[in-house]
């Protein structure tokens, strides 16, 4: 069984900053993709942040220049820093892991954890 489990999430004031961390465990093949994604309220969920095995790394408009993705291979744990917050932010962010060869991926999600910004 794989399991991945998000922390980091919080109430913070607009300006502030946040570190989500999410790691996996459990059996799998070697993983292609970690990211991130959140979906706010009435919402459909939208792609933060991705980091692609190989360097290639992918952000969404509305966070780039204020979120950074980072990865510790070893830990199978994906990071990521949010800077400069805004209320518009604020969504369940859940972490995402891609493993296998291209054509027998596996995709696995995070419970997601609750990024609240205030104005």
């Known amino acids: 069984q794989v399991t991945l489990v998000e922390s980091g999430g919080g109430l913070v004031q607009a300006g502030g900053s946040l570190r989500l961390s999410c790691a996996a465990s459990?059996?799998?093949?070697?993983?292609?993709?970690m990211g991130w994604y959140r979906q706010a309220p009435g919402k459909q969920r939208e792609l933060v942040a991705t980091?692609?095995?190989?360097?290639?790394?992918n952000y969404a408009d509305s966070v780039k220049g204020r979120c950074t993705i980072s990865r510790d291979n070893a830990k199978n744990t994906v990071y990521l820093e949010m800077n400069s917050l805004k209320p518009e932010d604020t969504a369940v962010y859940y972490c995402?892991?891609?493993?296998?060869?291209?054509?027998?991926?596996?995709?696995?999600w995070g419970q997601g954890t609750q990024v609240t910004v205030s104005s």
């Open positions: 459990g059996t799998f093949f070697s993983i292609s993709v």
């Open positions: 980091d692609r095995s190989g360097g290639r790394i």
């Open positions: 995402n892991m891609v493993t296998g060869a291209r054509g027998y991926e596996a995709d696995y």
